[in-house]
């Protein structure tokens, strides 16, 4: 069965340092997202993303994320200066289609560790 | 304000018994409603959707039912197994842009 594949499983990084986080989505699927969680806490929708454009993003996607397709099958999430507070579990997730009808698939996770 | 909230943050069944899982919100009003199981350290996984105007939806021993009335779904795993163990997610279509995460009950399955 396809699947959602990220890349690192876990990554360390130093405070006000970039990290890159990478998704492979499944891969007749369009519509791309990223989502956070942060330990103990519920599941936070970052953006979605579609046709090379963010669709959506929330309050937390602000001016230090970045999202990108930098190919046809890679999708990234960019954070530019980490802070401790980014420390959380990033999820990519993919769907076929737009439509909160459809079921998104959702990849293993990056654990990001920022000290 | 906005609001979903899952029933006790933990559960804990005897095997073979009926687990039931609740989730209410406020001040939305979702078309769709999802189930999603996550196991530790992993990604969540789409179990069943449900569409506001479906009472219930089942698939083997997962049955959901969804009343816009009453702003709840519950989530029933019947017979349950110590595999069912697992955080056990509702997600609420927020205005068809996203969805809406839960946050969640953790479901133990007793031998």
């Known amino acids: 069965e396809p699947e959602v594949t990220q890349t690192p499983s876990h990554q360390v990084t130093q405070m006000g340092q970039e990290v890159i986080l990478r998704c492979v989505p499944i891969?007749?699927?369009?519509?791309f997202y990223w989502y956070r969680q942060i330990l103990g806490q519920k599941v936070e929708f970052l953006v979605s993303?579609?046709?090379?454009?963010?669709?959506?993003k929330s309050e937390i996607f602000d001016d230090q994320f970045s999202v990108e397709r930098p190919d046809g099958s890679n999708f990234t999430l960019k954070i530019r200066s980490t802070k401790l507070e980014d420390s959380a579990m990033y999820f990519c997730?993919?769907?076929?289609?737009?439509?909160?009808?459809?079921?998104?698939?959702f990849g293993p996770g990056t654990r990001l560790t920022v000290l | 304000s906005q609001k979903i909230e899952q029933n006790s943050e933990a559960l804990n069944i005897q095997e073979g018994k009926t687990a039931t899982l609740t989730c209410n919100y406020t001040n939305y009003s979702p078309a769709y409603l999802q189930w999603y199981r996550q196991d530790p350290g992993r990604g969540p996984v789409f179990l069943l959707l449900?569409?506001?105007?479906?009472k219930e939806k089942r698939k083997e021993r997962l049955k959901v039912t969804f009343d816009t009335t009453l702003k709840q779904s519950l989530f029933h795993i019947t017979a349950s197994q110590p595999a069912d163990s697992a955080t056990y997610l509702c997600a609420l279509d927020n205005y068809g842009q996203n969805f809406v995460f839960g946050p969640g009950t953790r479901l133990s399955v007793l031998p």
């Open positions: 449900i569409r506001e105007n479906e």
């Open positions: 993303f579609y046709n090379n454009e963010i669709s959506e």
């Open positions: 891969s007749n699927h369009l519509y």
């Open positions: 997730a993919s769907s076929a289609s737009l439509k909160t009808s459809d079921t998104q698939y």
